[in-house]
């Protein structure tokens, strides 16, 4: 059997780092998933004037210093993106691609999206739409997919999926370089909508559409409520109490995904209220035991 963490934590911005020192400190077996940039979010910030203690710093100080804080304390981040969780009863089945790991809590810390979704993404969502294209990438096979990246991490999974389907296009939804693979088509044009009848046959751009099987939208985070089957979503955000518990015994969330305002300070108080919640509960259970 695999390891079965105490707490896992998703998000490496400010909510889940928080959540990860504070777990630490209450000497619980943790793993945190996101990335080594930490956040897209916070790298971004030219100036930021509202977090105590770090009067005139850049986003990228701030992660700087978050980086060095989580070094000093042994806590390694697992480059992976979760692409569900499903609530076992006792514990919790968190999936990357195959892979499977375990975590009696979790702490849900995935930030927010501020784009919203595309006319016609929600409708087909299973039908033609995805969010993890190396989850779905057999289904696809020999077929056209259409990929919207949102990202950098956007361009591996396009190169992937163009192994197996018969005609890739790349719409992307940021400026960079897009080391992609010789026969995946860039379209620079904006999407409009996706359309189909029982499942996706096209999308509509700004200029003409592109006839396709299957479309993926590649974003930094998925909705919570697609994240985690069964969450309780309020007007968009995940809902917690003030102990950051959510409606699924031993989930609790932190950050941006739990409502406004969007700020580092909000989130990363968050993130420590999550990880004492957690910890207390895990005592809890092992009184009981
Ligand atoms: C340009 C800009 C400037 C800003 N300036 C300020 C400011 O001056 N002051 C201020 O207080 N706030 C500012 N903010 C807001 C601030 O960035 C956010 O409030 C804060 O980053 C939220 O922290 P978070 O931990 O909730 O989420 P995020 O920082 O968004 O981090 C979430 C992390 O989770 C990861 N993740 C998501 N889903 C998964 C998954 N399924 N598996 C694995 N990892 C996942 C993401 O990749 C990301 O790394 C600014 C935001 C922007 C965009």
Redesign the pocket.
Known sequence: MSERYDIAI????????EAAINAKIRNKNIII???K??????V????????LGFYNAT?VDLKNQFAAHIAAMGIGIIN????NVYAMGDYFALMVNEKIYEAKTIIL????E?TKPIKGEEEFLGKGVGYCATCDAPLYKGKTVVIVGYNKESIEETNYVSELSGKTYFIPMYKGEYKLSPNVEIINHKIMEIVGNDVVTKVILDEGELITDGVFMLR???SPAQ?VPGLQIEQGHIKVGRDMKTNIEGCYA????TGKP??????AGE?LVAALSAASYLDKMNEIK
């Open positions: 998703i998000g490496t911005g400010p909510a889940g780092l998933f996101g990335n940039e930490l956040s897209p979010k916070l971004k910030a030219s100036k930021v004037n509202n977090y986003g992976e993106k979760i692409n810390a995935t930030g927010i501020y930094d985070s998925v994240l932190a950050g941006d995904c969007y700020q580092y300070m909000k989130s993130g």
